[in-house]
């Protein structure tokens, strides 16, 4: 079995940054790739970053150059730094990540969610 655990969510200014972390722990043999969704009220979650094991990562049109995704394998643990901060960010975010366990089960895992809201 494999917990993510998400934090850093909170109230922040339009303009400013927050920093979004997620553990994993568990039966891990490899972290195939670590990503971070958002769904905001009345609609669908979306794709928000994603970072392989490589350190490749992509991002969502409307967070290019504002969001930076990061990982530390050795902590099995990836960030999002979120910078200019729009009121459109305003979400719930999940970290999302595809596992290797131990007995080779390989299985995509989510976090409970962790509130960003930007007031203008």
């Known amino acids: 079995q494999v917990q993510l655990v998400e934090s850093g969510g909170g109230l922040v200014q339009a303009g400013g940054s927050l920093r979004l972390s997620c553990a994993a722990s568990?039966?891990?043999?490899?972290?195939?790739?670590m990503s971070w969704y958002r769904q905001a009220p009345g609609k669908q979650r979306e794709l928000v970053a994603m970072i392989t094991s490589s350190g490749s990562t992509n991002y969502a049109d409307s967070v290019k150059g504002r969001f930076t995704i990061s990982r530390d394998n050795a902590k099995n643990t990836v960030y999002l730094h979120m910078n200019s901060l729009k009121p459109e960010d305003t979400a719930v975010y999940y970290c999302?990540?595809?596992?290797?366990?131990?007995?080779?089960?390989?299985?995509?895992?989510w976090g409970q969610g962790t509130q960003v809201t930007v007031s203008s």
């Open positions: 999302n990540a595809r596992v290797t366990s131990t007995d080779y089960y390989v299985g995509d895992y």
């Open positions: 568990g039966n891990i043999l490899l972290i195939v790739f």
